[in-house]
């Protein structure tokens, strides 16, 4: 609490000079994340300034995103960068229902945002990347992305990987290539929401496998292709979303060798892959039949919408190609230019190796207020999934919940047929910060303590 900022070689307003000083210390390292900053009072004595400018200038670095109140203890560097939606109708103190990667202070994006933009307008001006684009990315852009996951996949090639404006848009592409409405889907019997949407639109029906604690399970797997005669598997194996669960190798070579029996194609959904770089993707075990999705959304920033997709052989990119152009035209070029020089640079690599600490962090706290309660999570993943007790169900706990100010989800979301488990979805990455966390895992708690009550009056 002892910060005193050197503002006399800056020029502006005074509340403006603290401001900017507090974010080229905090840039600089001098001040850390979740440190205590002085009271309005200590600082406007030590900068000998009337206390109604530092109120002012904290208020100008809490819109920064730099500061956050804490009521009853006081004011603090932020934990993170992200400040969140605006607030609407719905509005809940405590967010926890969008699975987004939080954002601490190391992953530095804005400064890398604005560092990267201008290193691609001082190399290439920016003009070439606000036009329109041949889909898919210029070929240096696929050639950085291929090398980037040959760490992780072997036979990476830019010939066979194509640039798409976030994963939603390759299964909406690939579901309009590979299926005719009516023909089936498999997937696990809980998926991605997005999956559910994208095959309902295209008039595809979804069947759920059953699933262990290791992941889809190849007998049943087995069954499903001999009785539906499906036209692909669809798969999140690791991190899964909702149950966080990271398919072993084991399994994952028994699942490949069912696939390659019946020359069944895969779609991998590989949105977490890049948090658990330990985990083999089915794209390296089965690159022949394996369509291999991997995003930046979640292991970055959404915002950014860049995603790979990896196609089995480059034979088929011209029509991926195509068929991306008729339906969304192309990846941002700007946001694709810039993951592209991230990747290069090494910065990609950094912001996820951020983030994943993060992700740990949450991970922790949320285990020591859930205590022996029972729940599912990854390491590194940004959710759990909470198995619940009667008398609640996933519908009247979300509603208990929200009336208490938080927002999660219910496994009816993520279901595929008609028996969804009692279980809910917490996303830890979708809190402000650790702090907000905390405070919101406590409500949770709390709920799971005394549920007989609480369910009786939802």
Request: glycine share 6%.
């Amino acid at each position: 609490m002892d910060w005193t900022p050197t503002i006399s070689d800056r020029r502006g307003p005074v509340y403006q000079r603290v401001a900017d000083a507090l974010a080229t210390d905090i840039a600089d390292g001098r001040l850390k994340r979740g440190q205590q900053l002085p009271t309005h009072r200590a600082l406007a004595k030590a900068l000998n300034v009337d206390l109604s400018t530092i109120t002012r200038a904290y208020s100008e670095a809490r819109s920064r995103g730099l500061i956050e109140a804490r009521v009853g203890l006081g004011t603090f560097v932020a934990e993170t960068l992200s400040q969140g939606p605006a607030p609407a109708a719905n509005w809940a103190a405590y967010d926890l229902s969008m699975n987004l990667p939080p954002q601490p202070l190391e992953t530095d994006l804005p400064g890398r945002l604005v560092r990267g933009i201008d290193a691609l307008r001082r190399e290439a001006g920016l003009s070439g990347l606000l036009t329109y684009r041949d889909p898919g990315g210029l070929f240096d852009e696929r050639a950085a992305a291929a090398h980037w996951l040959r760490a992780r996949i072997p036979d990476a090639a830019a010939a066979r990987l194509l640039v798409f404006p976030g994963t939603q848009s390759i299964l909406s592409v690939l579901l309009g290539l590979k299926t005719a409405p009516g023909d089936v889907i498999l997937t696990e019997a809980l998926t991605f929401p997005g999956m559910i949407a994208a095959a309902r639109q295209a008039g595809v029906t979804l069947v759920g496998i059953r699933m262990d604690e290791d992941g889809v399970m190849p007998d049943a797997l087995e069954s499903a292709i001999r009785r539906h005669r499906p036209k692909a598997l669809y798969l999140i194996p690791t991190l899964h979303n909702p149950t966080a669960t990271t398919m072993p190798l084991a399994r994952r070579e028994a699942v490949a060798a069912v696939l390659r029996r019946h020359a069944l194609p895969l779609i991998e959904d590989d949105a977490y892959g890049l948090l658990e770089p330990e985990a083999t993707p089915f794209a390296a075990l089965l690159p022949e039949l394996t369509y291999y999705a991997a995003s930046l959304s979640k292991c970055i920033a959404p915002g950014l919408r860049v995603s790979f997709l990896l196609a089995p052989d480059a034979a088929e990119t011209p029509t991926l190609s195509d068929a991306l152009r008729a339906s969304v035209q192309m990846a941002p070029p700007l946001t694709t230019g810039l993951a592209a020089r991230w990747i290069a640079d090494g910065s990609a690599d950094a912001i996820i190796a951020a983030i994943r600490e993060e992700a740990a962090a949450r991970q922790k706290i949320a285990a020591k207020i859930l205590g022996e309660r029972s729940f599912f999570a990854g390491t590194h993943s940004h959710h759990l999934w909470l198995p619940l007790s009667a008398p609640w169900t996933p519908e009247s706990f979300v509603a208990h919940l929200s009336r208490q100010g938080l927002a999660i989800v219910g496994s009816e979301a993520f279901v595929v047929g008609d028996q969804a488990p009692n279980a809910v979805r917490v996303a830890l990455g979708a809190a402000a910060s650790r702090h907000e966390l905390g405070a919101a895992i406590g409500l949770l708690a709390a709920a799971l303590d005394a549920p007989a009550r609480a369910a009786r009056i939802v």
